[in-house]
């Protein structure tokens, strides 16, 4: 079992930078793929970006690639996504979820991710 916690989440202008931070607690951390999955107002839920158990495999959505960066720190039980060149249309509130580690590659699917974090909102004004 492990319980996450997001922060970082805010108010950027468009063009501007977050990182957003996930403290996981529990032992068995570094066993877990982990994932950023967003959700607009009035949209479904979408898969932003994951990262292997190891770091050694990454995903990104379409629309973040480039502009998005995951990535975890196994020894602190942290998780990370450094957002830059932020747009209005990535206003949403972020999630922090907890997945398989499936070998040599990262699930994408939303219900592959048992644990979930409560959210944090960012907001990219135009």
């Known amino acids: 079992q492990v319980q996450l916690v997001e922060s970082g989440g805010g108010l950027v202008q468009a063009g501007g930078s977050l990182r957003l931070s996930c403290a996981a607690s529990?032992?068995?951390?570094?066993?877990?793929?982990m994932a950023w999955i967003r959700q607009a107002p009035g949209k479904e839920r979408e898969f932003v970006a994951g990262?292997?158990?190891?770091?050694?495999?990454?995903y990104y959505a379409d629309s973040v690639k480039g502009r998005f960066t995951i990535s975890r720190d196994n020894a602190g039980n942290l998780v990370y996504l450094q957002m830059n060149s932020l747009k209005p249309e990535d206003t949403a509130v972020y999630y922090c979820?907890?997945?398989?580690?499936?070998?040599?590659?990262?699930?994408?699917?939303?219900?592959?991710?048992?644990?979930w974090g409560q959210g944090t909102q960012v907001t990219v004004s135009s």
């Open positions: 979820a907890a997945g398989p580690a499936f070998p040599g590659r990262v699930p994408t699917r939303l219900f592959d991710y048992q644990h």
């Open positions: 529990g032992r068995t951390f570094s066993s877990y793929a």
């Open positions: 990262i292997s158990w190891s770091s050694i495999s990454t």
